[in-house]
């Protein structure tokens, strides 16, 4: 962004769309302060304050406010048509950023970006990581990464691979001297790790079998917010997870972990690569879309 000479407006806009300097410095991939002092120049040099800070909160100023709905649409303008004329680029290059949550990520890393960077070495992926559904329009991401239906309706979808399973899952320590559940509610007469969402609530547990869905709310000694953290407890003989297959494949096929109801975890939509439609796509954009109908072609051909 530095390099557009477009830094300071750019990051009013950032600014007033996350409500926070902390979380535009991060769009921006600048410090705080370098997002506070770009900030405070303008000022100066408008002579009025764009935004009312506290301790708290940032919040634009009337004066903010009529200058970010004059400025958007000027700004986005300038945007597509420098767009356009990297669009020309024969070599990809600059910036991707990618939305994706947490299993998605790890299930792409390897199979997908790793090798697009070694193909393109110009390009810089800034890869996102986070639980809550966004707007990547609206949060200046290129791309998200998603389960299939949660992919907005407006978006281009480009399947990743073949379709999921959850998996159940103990060690083999655990099981010795109790029963293995056989149905669902079978579990609740066990030890669970719980899980939280990333709004603060805690997961149940979804199961299915001859379309007969069922949702636990299990129970346990320790409630966790991260998968690599339950996978932890659950190799200590904590008590049994609910996780990805893929987090846990190599666990299962070295006999560390044992599944059960494996009948009661039918396949679920396969994750996506989807953006929007845009009318002057970057080298990099193009490219990056290209690579990723190619994995997938060749996954379902593995597959």
Request: proline share 7%; hydrophobic share 40%.
């Amino acid at each position: 962004m530095m390099k557009d000479g477009l830094i300071e407006l750019d990051a009013v806009l950032a600014i007033a769309r996350r409500g926070s300097f902390r979380a535009a410095a991060l769009d921006l991939d600048m410090s705080t302060t370098a997002l506070s002092n770009a900030i405070g120049k303008l000022e100066r040099r408008l002579g009025v304050r764009l935004f009312n800070r506290t301790t708290r909160s940032v919040s634009l100023t009337d004066a903010g406010r009529n200058f970010v709905e004059r400025v958007g649409p000027a700004l986005q303008d300038i945007h597509e048509a420098m767009n356009a004329a990297r669009s020309q680029q024969k070599t990809p290059s600059g910036t991707l950023r990618i939305n994706a949550f947490p299993t998605a990520t790890r299930e792409i890393l390897s199979p997908l970006v790793l090798p697009f960077l070694r193909r393109y070495p110009h390009v810089h992926i800034d890869l996102v990581t986070e639980g809550r559904l966004v707007d990547i329009v609206a949060e200046g991401f290129d791309f998200g990464i998603r389960s299939a239906d949660l992919v907005p309706s407006d978006m281009i979808a480009v399947p990743l691979g073949p379709s999921r399973r959850n998996a159940v899952v103990a060690s083999p320590a655990y099981f010795q001297g109790r029963m293995r559940p056989q149905v669902p509610p079978d579990l609740l007469a066990h030890a669970c790790i719980r899980a939280r969402l990333p709004n603060g609530a805690l997961y149940r547990w979804s199961f299915e079998k001859d379309g007969q869905p069922v949702q636990l709310d299990v129970n346990g000694h320790i409630t966790l917010d991260e998968t690599s953290l339950a996978r932890i407890a659950v190799l200590e003989n904590m008590g049994i997870g609910y996780f990805m297959e893929s987090d846990v494949r190599d666990d299962i096929e070295s006999g560390r972990l044992e599944r059960v109801l494996e009948d009661w975890t039918p396949p679920i939509a396969p994750i996506c690569l989807y953006y929007p439609g845009r009318r002057h796509p970057s080298a990099a954009f193009k490219a990056f879309i290209s690579h990723a109908r190619e994995a997938a072609r060749t996954t379902q051909a593995i597959s």
